[in-house]
């Protein structure tokens, strides 16, 4: 093992007492090869290619990478967490060896990612270079391997054996009850109507806890089928299903989807149809999703040459909640001294929005880090893969959940609503249920 490998392994058991900006650099070269396989050889599954333990995954509609093993990693802390990443990983691109027979997005070496949603949070930032990627675009499907320093060696992919279930889960409050969260909302909402702000986001979490221990193919599995319209991705112990899309980079286009304005489903056509109907004409979550909007689009603008905003949001269904959704998309800008920007060096310009923290994004910090009473790790925060010519795909990890890394049975489920001046603290807690919903049942054993 590398100094290097040793150093960021050694980084995930930080404390608050780690020196903030901390990374360990990648070991050198990386030297990867990218082989086209029969796309019929593949399960429709791609998780079940993914081993018990470390797996990562990127998933949306049968379509994306799954990944295992590690060549190395980074490991960042505070406000520096995303550029000492991005600095180590543009060194690691600029030195690999790379024979890549397919040159689609997703070939050739690729790092997962997640980060912590706030500069002070306890929770470390990693970038991990997995040691085999299986891809899979359209009809394309290909296998990468990665090693350091020498020729990696051939895999052929096969399905292991299925996860177990957990069997039942014990639900209890996380940081705050939910008499207690609602008085948070309160709170905010008078700050709210003080002037102090527009908006914010306050988060909750519950602690579940499973009867055998979690493995997170089970979780993988059942969350890819029944939000298959969503990305599903685990990255270094958070798991989950987002339905935003921060951003895609990929030759020179960004696209972004913005959601912000939420109803909860009834599990009638006719009643959903009804509530669509409410949501897209909701003054409340109209407003919500405008800053949300307003506050993407100001932070595109500086690494974009163009961008179409459309003019009012579409109404997204989604099994368990409507979404008032919007679609970005923009042209990079090439002018500058380095060339257009990583898609992780825009994700950390975009980070955080006004749909995960509020508006104005100061304050709205400042009153999470004041009342929310947690820290939300990488809740929220970025979480995707890049590749060495800086395209990728970074999601929000929202309808997520944190596995604890010394107790296979606990893990942390998270849920955020935006906060406006009309909000009400019971119809907030709701909303906050209905995010839940999709960890539970993914979950679930039945």
Request: with cysteine; glycine share 8%.
């Amino acid at each position: 093992m590398s100094p290097d490998l040793r150093a960021a392994r050694a980084g995930d058991d930080a404390t608050p007492h780690t020196p903030a900006g901390t990374a360990a650099t990648l070991p050198q070269p990386l030297v990867a090869r990218t082989v086209r396989v029969d796309a019929d050889t593949l399960p429709d599954d791609l998780t079940a290619l993914l081993p018990a333990e470390g797996g990562l995954s990127w998933l949306r509609r049968g379509d994306g990478l799954v990944a295992w093993g590690e060549v190395a990693r980074t490991t960042s802390y505070g406000p520096d967490r995303f550029a000492l990443a991005e600095a180590a990983w543009r060194t690691a691109a600029a030195h690999a060896v790379v024979r890549d027979e397919v040159r689609v997005p997703g070939t050739g070496p690729v790092a997962f990612g997640s980060f912590a949603f706030a500069a002070g949070s306890r929770a470390a930032s990693t970038l991990v270079v997995p040691a085999v990627v299986v891809g899979r675009r359209g009809g394309t499907a290909w296998v990468t391997t990665i090693d350091v320093g020498a020729a990696p060696g051939t895999v052929r992919p096969r399905p292991l054996a299925p996860a177990a279930a957990p069997g039942p889960v014990r639900y209890t409050d996380g940081a705050l009850a939910s008499e207690d969260w609602q008085e948070a909302v309160a709170q905010a909402v008078e700050r709210i109507r003080a002037g102090e702000l527009d908006k914010v986001v306050l988060a909750r979490d519950v602690v579940a806890r499973t009867t055998e221990p979690l493995d997170q193919r089970w979780v993988l599995r059942r969350l890819a089928a029944d939000y298959p319209s969503c990305w599903t991705f685990a990255v270094d112990g958070i798991v989950g299903a987002t339905p935003e899309l921060l951003l895609r980079s990929e030759k020179g286009l960004v696209t972004s989807r913005v959601l912000a304005g939420t109803i909860r489903r009834t599990g009638d056509d006719a009643a959903d149809l009804t509530r669509a109907a409410t949501l897209a004409h909701s003054s409340k979550d109209l407003e919500e999703h405008e800053y949300a909007v307003e506050s993407l689009t100001h932070a595109l603008e500086p690494f974009c040459s163009s961008a179409n905003v459309p003019e009012t949001p579409y109404v997204l269904h989604l099994p368990n909640v409507l979404h008032l959704a919007t679609d970005v998309t923009a042209v990079l800008r090439t002018d500058g001294e380095d060339g257009p920007p990583s898609s992780l060096a825009l994700a950390a310009a975009l980070h955080p929005t006004a749909a995960v923290a509020g508006t104005p994004t100061a304050a709205a910090c400042e009153l999470i880090d004041r009342i929310e009473g947690m820290d939300r790790g990488r809740y929220a925060g970025p979480v995707g893969w890049v590749g060495t010519d800086g395209d990728g795909e970074w999601g929000i990890a929202l309808r997520s959940a944190e596995l604890d890394p010394d107790d296979p049975h606990r893990l942390r489920l998270f849920a955020g609503c935006g906060i406006v001046a009309a909000s009400e603290p019971a119809a907030e807690l709701a909303e906050s249920e209905a995010k839940l919903e999709p960890m539970r049942h993914a979950l679930g054993d039945g």
